[in-house]
């Protein structure tokens, strides 16, 4: 407030006023990342392990006025994941997708989460004007939202991969094998039962063409 103060009451012709009002950006950039984090840290706390649901508010809980398109794919059968493995790729996801609000000027963003037997899958994209390679390698100027997501994947034994162009939109993929990710993998009984009626269904087929071929 006393930065604004002083910012209005400088004349426009003062050589500080520039560097006053770069400082005011960055503190207010600096106060919006740190209270979505905040809101982040609290929504990780009370979405039941539903990582659907939790990126499916997201839109609403941080860029309320946005009229971009945004929906959530879901792959495969939902599996219980580790808790802390689980808020690890919520706020990696989370942080992709609040770059994308913020900077892609996307008319369309959607994550697509996939469930498999051997890894859990997250991936957030969109038709923006994409990441210039300096950004890809470095981080914005001020943000840690890269190498945040990163380390966060490097702590879980995750691969993160993002890929992006000008103009070509940003892709941002996050992999965790099924042993780290799962809180439980599937057991032998379940299955042998889908051996047995892949099995079964196999013979029934085959039963069928012979039945076909003698008519």
Same mark, same amino acid.
């Given at each position: 407030?006393?930065?604004?103060?002083?910012?209005?009451?400088?004349?426009? @012709?003062?050589?500080?006023?520039?560097?006053?009002?770069? $400082?005011?950006?960055?503190?207010?950039?600096?106060?919006?990342?740190?209270?979505?984090?905040?809101? #982040?840290?609290?929504?990780? &706390?009370?979405? @039941? /392990? @539903?990582?659907?649901?939790?990126?499916? !508010?997201?839109? /609403?809980?941080?860029?309320?006025?946005? &009229?971009?398109?945004? !929906?959530?794919?879901?792959?495969?059968?939902?599996?219980?994941?580790?808790?802390?493995?689980?808020?690890?790729?919520?706020?990696?996801?989370?942080?992709?997708?609040?770059? +994308?609000?913020?900077?892609? !000027?996307?008319?369309?963003?959607?994550?697509?989460?996939?469930? +498999?037997? @051997?890894?859990?899958?997250?991936?957030?994209? &969109?038709?923006?004007? #994409?990441?210039?390679?300096?950004?890809?390698?470095?981080?914005?100027?001020?943000?840690?939202?890269?190498?945040?997501?990163?380390?966060?994947?490097?702590?879980?034994?995750?691969?993160?991969?993002?890929?992006?162009?000008?103009? $070509? #939109?940003?892709?941002?993929?996050? +992999?965790?094998?099924?042993?780290? $990710?799962?809180?439980?993998?599937?057991? =032998? #009984?379940?299955?042998?039962?889908?051996?047995?009626?892949? $099995? =079964?269904?196999?013979?029934?087929?085959?039963?069928?063409?012979?039945?076909?071929?003698? /008519?």
């Amino acid at each position: 407030m006393q930065l604004h103060v002083a910012d209005d009451r400088l004349p426009e @012709n003062s050589e500080a006023k520039p560097l006053v009002e770069r $400082a005011l950006q960055l503190m207010t950039r600096v106060i919006d990342e740190g209270r979505n984090t905040v809101r #982040g840290l609290r929504s990780s &706390d009370v979405f @039941n /392990q @539903n990582l659907e649901q939790a990126f499916s !508010r997201l839109q /609403q809980e941080l860029f309320p006025t946005s &009229d971009t398109e945004f !929906r959530v794919i879901v792959e495969g059968t939902p599996r219980q994941l580790r808790p802390a493995v689980r808020d690890d790729i919520y706020h990696i996801g989370r942080e992709a997708l609040a770059n +994308s609000f913020r900077h892609s !000027r996307a008319t369309e963003i959607v994550v697509e989460i996939e469930y +498999s037997v @051997n890894f859990f899958r997250v991936m957030v994209r &969109d038709n923006g004007i #994409g990441i210039t390679a300096d950004v890809l390698r470095e981080g914005r100027e001020g943000h840690w939202g890269l190498s945040g997501m990163r380390e966060r994947a490097e702590r879980i034994g995750a691969r993160l991969r993002v890929l992006s162009r000008a103009d $070509a #939109g940003t892709e941002m993929e996050l +992999s965790v094998p099924g042993g780290i $990710a799962f809180a439980s993998q599937p057991s =032998k #009984g379940s299955k042998f039962w889908f051996a047995r009626l892949y $099995a =079964k269904k196999s013979s029934d087929t085959k039963a069928v063409t012979e039945s076909e071929q003698l /008519q």
